[in-house]
């Protein structure tokens, strides 16, 4: 063999020993790996390859009820289908949109551009949620490749409207949004479920393949402390109130003053939460916990009870009241343009007078009366479980920059000082029941979807601002402001009301505007509470705008409802009521003619001054008292006459003139009955106060 033969052979053989050891080194290491996948790594892409073929879907609970005090159903959830999109190839997006755009609100041009961007993007969405029955029995026949119909809970108020402000609303996720609904989400949502179950690569299931469910775990219900009855009185009653004074919004509060339970909370204009979307945000805001106002002679209530409870009045102190006081550097004006003179301090309260309570402020001094407020908890949240609640506005001793006398005067007799409703009879109560400051809540209980008790409210004591002995002669003080002042219009036959009118001042820029609130604020039983009642009028536009004349009766109405519907028995019977009698308007009647009515309608006559035109008469008319009651009168003291303007009665009612004439120093003299057609004399004539008007009324 030749040489060279022999050195090729050589290097063929080493080419080939190579290629053999690196073909048996790779196909060692493939046989590895080979081995690594099976053994050691089995379980893994075992579970790889089951989560391509599981896809995990969400399974919603149930959202938890809600119910009133009686359980009355308020809220619940209920299935509804919605369309679920899954990408998929070969489907023509075009045909699909134009097959389902007549059962959904939404034009095939909207369906087709969703359709198309999200099968790019290979992701899953949902088209449409809460489609009718029949809409979705006609979708599920079209049989359209990825348009799965799935029923998912839709939150439903079978109630409507009712008690809309604190239930709030549910979004279409099952998550809470406002209100109760948005307070206690955690516990009303429950916690979702999983299903898992086998499918090929174009989504379709598999038959025989594996499912994994782990089951959803419905929410908790909620028992709240409103009766659906005592909630139904109030929002009627409101509806009527805020239509006929023309007001911008309203609001009745009813409360247990011995719990802080809160029966009703009726807010107007009002809103359907099935329907929310259709409604101004504004509409649901429940103003009586979110929104500030200056709450005005209501407050002089607590003014009362610091001044009582420190031991600075009694009903006979003494007061000098007139028209106006200068304080602090600037002016508190009485209600009254000739002012209440020398008053007592129940007659202060039966007549509201602004200066005697702005005197009382300044004498107390912020450093004593701070403490009182704070104690019946203004300047801070009361804690009630809803969102977004307001603390209000009370200024610190010694942190008021300029004219601390004079804002501290005015807050006296409520102004100065924002508060929520809430608040206000929330501190209201605490004179109802006694002196205690009761933690106001809206839920009773909570409770698992098999009814059992998870957690119980109990009645929470927050202070004790005044003392129990206080709190009763304050009541009898309250009383009286009914029987025989300005709040006459909320006594109810057979049961004692104690309460206080209220007729606050609306702030603007750089002082206080035209516009009015109309508020009255009390309690009944007044010896024994059942419930305390707050009505609030904002900026009503009637000629009369006084809390006394436009909340007062609503109270009333409102009151006497819910006092029968509880049960409450009234002290007098019928015969005994049919024996009152009401006291006539005698005001601006010379004092021969006044004592003559008083006594054709079975009362005496008391002047409590020297004067021959009758200014002020207490009880005020239209109360309901016993025969041979003592009306006192006061006379207007001056010698030269005074002129005012005679106002525009076209158009009026009866009651609504006769109020309107007599605020202003006239004399009232109807005929006929119905709506007033003439006057004499004319609207913007110049008169004598005193002189007579007459006006004729037709049907």
Request: with cysteine.
């Amino acid at each position: 063999m030749k040489l060279g033969e022999l050195v090729n052979r050589k290097r063929i053989c080493r080419r080939s020993a190579g290629l053999f050891l690196i073909f048996a080194v790779l196909t060692s290491a493939l046989c590895f790996r080979l081995g690594y996948l099976q053994l050691w790594s089995k379980a893994r892409y075992t579970n790889l390859a089951e989560a391509q073929r599981l896809q995990p879907e969400l399974i919603d609970p149930q959202r938890g009820n809600i119910y009133d005090r009686n359980y009355e159903l308020l809220a619940r959830s209920v299935d509804a289908y919605s369309i679920h999109v899954i990408p998929v190839s070969g489907r023509d997006p075009r045909a699909a949109a134009e097959l389902l755009a007549p059962y959904l609100d939404m034009s095939a041009d909207e369906i087709e551009t969703l359709l198309v961007e999200n099968d790019a993007k290979q992701r899953n969405f949902w088209l449409a949620r809460k489609l009718s029955l029949e809409a979705a029995n006609a979708i599920r026949e079209l049989n359209i490749p990825g348009i799965r119909l799935i029923t998912r809970p839709q939150r439903f108020y079978p109630q409507g409207s009712l008690a809309a402000h604190v239930i709030g609303i549910a979004g279409i996720d099952n998550q809470g949004l406002e209100g109760i609904e948005y307070q206690y989400d955690d516990l009303l949502k429950g916690t979702p479920g999983t299903l898992k179950v086998e499918k090929d690569a174009v989504q379709r299931r598999i038959p025989g393949g594996l499912e994994d469910m782990v089951p959803p775990v419905n929410g908790w219900d909620l028992v709240l402390t409103l009766d659906a009855a005592v909630q139904f009185i109030a929002e009627k009653e409101l509806q009527s109130a805020v239509s006929a004074s023309k007001s911008s919004a309203g609001i009745i509060l009813v409360m247990d003053p011995n719990t802080g339970a809160i029966l009703a909370n009726a807010v107007y204009p009002t809103f359907d939460p099935n329907n929310y979307q259709a409604y101004p945000t504004a509409h649901r805001r429940n103003i009586a916990v979110t929104d500030l106002y200056e709450p005005g002679s209501t407050f002089k209530i607590f003014t009362a009870a610091a001044a009582l409870d420190l031991g600075i009045v009694d009903a006979n102190r003494q007061f000098y009241s007139g028209p106006s006081w200068d304080v602090g550097g600037g002016t508190v004006r009485s209600s009254n343009i000739y002012g209440n003179r020398n008053i007592t301090f129940l007659e202060a309260i039966e007549r509201s007078d602004n200066i005697v309570f702005a005197q009382l402020s300044v004498e107390m001094g912020p450093e004593r009366f701070y403490p009182y407020l704070a104690g019946f908890g203004y300047g801070k949240k009361t804690g009630v479980d809803f969102p977004g609640e307001a603390a209000g506005i009370l200024p610190k001793p010694g942190q008021v920059v300029y004219g601390e006398t004079l804002r501290w005067a005015n807050i006296g007799f409520g102004q100065g000082i924002a508060v929520t409703p809430l608040q206000l009879l929330t501190a209201v109560s605490a004179v109802a029941n006694g002196g205690k400051l009761m933690k106001p809540y809206y839920v009773a209980e909570i409770r698992d979807e098999y009814g059992k008790i998870i957690k119980r409210t109990e009645p929470e004591v927050v202070s004790q601002p005044i003392a129990f002995e206080t709190s009763k002669i304050l009541t009898e003080f309250l009383i009286s402001a009914v029987n025989n002042g300005s709040g006459s219009r909320a006594r109810i036959i057979g049961f004692e009301v104690a309460g206080k009118t209220g007729t606050a001042e609306v702030p603007e820029q750089g002082g206080y505007g035209e516009e009015r609130i109309a508020s009255f604020v009390g309690f009944a039983p007044a010896d024994n509470p059942r419930v305390a009642v707050l009505v609030v009028l904002y900026q009503p536009q009637t000629e009369v705008r006084y809390g006394g004349v436009l909340a007062a009766p609503v109270f009333q109405t409102v009151t006497e409802k819910v006092l029968e519907y509880l049960g409450v028995t009234r002290r007098q019977a019928a015969a005994q009521s049919s024996q009152m009698v009401i006291v006539p308007n005698v005001q601006n009647y010379p004092a021969a003619e006044a004592e003559k009515i008083l006594k054709e309608n079975k009362l005496t006559a008391n002047p409590l001054n020297e004067g021959q035109i009758v200014r002020d008469q207490i009880p005020s008319p239209g109360s309901r008292v016993l025969p041979q009651t003592a009306v006192n009168l006061l006379f207007y003291e001056e010698t030269e006459p005074i002129m005012v303007t005679v106002p525009n009665l076209i158009g009026k009612s009866m009651r609504d003139a006769s109020t309107l004439v007599s605020e202003i120093g006239l004399q009232f003299r109807p005929k006929g009955s119905g709506i007033a057609v003439r006057q004499n004399p004319a609207v913007g004539a110049r008169v004598p106060i005193g002189s007579v008007i007459e006006v004729e009324f037709q049907p």
